[in-house]
């Protein structure tokens, strides 16, 4: 499906269909307001689906309409006003958003037997965009290498498993971590799991020059998909898991990868590994506050088919230890800020500060007469 100009909604005329405001209560969780932009894929009240984000400096949502739903994005080092978005697997396409004009505009498609993953990062150079793709027909993953301007692939990483992810770089800029989520799927059952028995889920290592594997890790129970991935500037890695067995015996939701010591699961005690539901949809560190935070959206209540709890489970990031849960009702999106403090989206368009100290949330809430649904990730630009 293509785009054409009525599909572009500037974010002025966002707002003000939507009536959309944030209040931002307090002056920030550690002090001083919120500033900066969040980007992120997102619906309206009918059910469209926008790639855009919150200026926290106004207050203000702006965004442009796509034809599917997106998930992650991909800030351009070169142009930081042109942004990526991927589709939700298993989509196919990509969308380029310009911020200076708010119009957005196909990028790309994957290749005839493949989806894309959601997620994608550029070179540091900014010439090169690397795309995880699944390539289902043939069941192996593989980083899609392409030109950052037109878009054409290069060449190809084979991921040495299937259901890429996320991916990130290392601080060399030269090493390319990839999450292979181990999944089996097919579009044909569109999201159902075909291989759960024997699924293999890895974190592998790649020297993003020549594709050679460097290095590739296994969590003890093959049930644990690794999934998203967050990077502190020493080459710590905190990694969200999704557990494919019984939700309430996961033996944990975040692994850290340190260079020095490998891949861990990190621990919680038993009581609290229940609220977890065994599953994270984003992930973020901050190394100013000491704090890996892992959003945990799925609660156990129902009202009306809706599921009402969850929260953000919480770890210190120096010696991974557990420091607690803070309750809140389906949040997804999470974001380090420049200042280092953590924003965290809820589903129905809130948001709220992670305080890591009193273990509660520090609300932002959104009014309007059409409230926002964030999707799972926001990218602070």
């Not at 699924?199 to 050679?212: I, K, Q």
Request: charged share 20%; net charge positive.
């Amino acid at each position: 499906m293509s785009l054409t100009r009525r599909s572009f909604i500037t974010s002025g005329m966002l707002t003000a269909l939507g009536g959309a405001a944030w209040w931002l209560h307090g002056g920030g969780l550690h002090g001083g307001p919120r500033t900066g932009t969040l980007l992120s894929a997102f619906e309206d009240a009918r059910g469209d689906q926008y790639v855009g984000g919150l200026e926290l400096d106004h207050g203000r949502v702006f965004g442009a309409r796509v034809p599917v739903r997106a998930h992650g994005c991909a800030i351009d080092p070169l142009d930081p006003r042109r942004v990526l978005f991927f589709a939700r697997r298993p989509g196919t396409q990509a969308f380029t958003l310009h911020r200076d004009t708010m119009q957005v505009h196909p990028a790309f498609h994957s290749g005839a037997g493949r989806h894309l993953s959601g997620h994608g990062v550029f070179s540091p150079a900014g010439d090169l965009l690397f795309v995880p793709e699944y390539d289902y027909e043939n069941v192996r993953g593989i980083v899609s290498v392409r030109d950052a301007r037109d878009f054409r692939i290069l060449r190809e990483i084979d991921t040495q498993g299937i259901d890429p992810h996320e991916l990130t770089w290392l601080p060399d800029g030269r090493t390319l971590l990839v999450a292979n989520g181990g999944i089996l799927t097919h579009p044909k059952s569109f999201r159902r799991k075909l291989n759960l028995p024997a699924m293999d889920s890895s974190l592998c290592a790649f020297d993003a020059a020549s594709g050679d594997c460097l290095e590739q890790w296994r969590l003890p129970d093959h049930l644990l998909s690794i999934r998203h991935l967050a990077m502190a500037s020493d080459g710590t890695v905190a990694a969200g898991l999704q557990y494919q067995g019984d939700s309430g015996a996961t033996p944990g939701i975040v692994a850290l990868h340190r260079p020095s010591t490998g891949l861990r699961l990190l621990r919680a005690p038993q009581e609290e590994m229940k609220k977890f539901k065994g599953y994270v949809a984003s992930i973020a560190v901050s190394e100013r506050h000491d704090l890996i935070a892992a959003a945990c959206p799925v609660g156990g209540a129902r009202i009306t088919g809706r599921p009402i709890g969850g929260g953000i489970a919480c770890w210190s990031l120096r010696q991974g230890r557990y420091l607690g849960f803070i309750v809140a009702d389906e949040p997804y999106g999470l974001s380090r800020l420049h200042d280092g403090s953590i924003l965290a989206s809820q589903r129905d368009g809130s948001a709220f500060g992670v305080d890591e100290t009193r273990l509660q949330p520090q609300r932002r809430r959104f009014a309007g007469a059409a409230p926002v649904r964030w999707d799972d990730h926001w990218t602070s630009a």
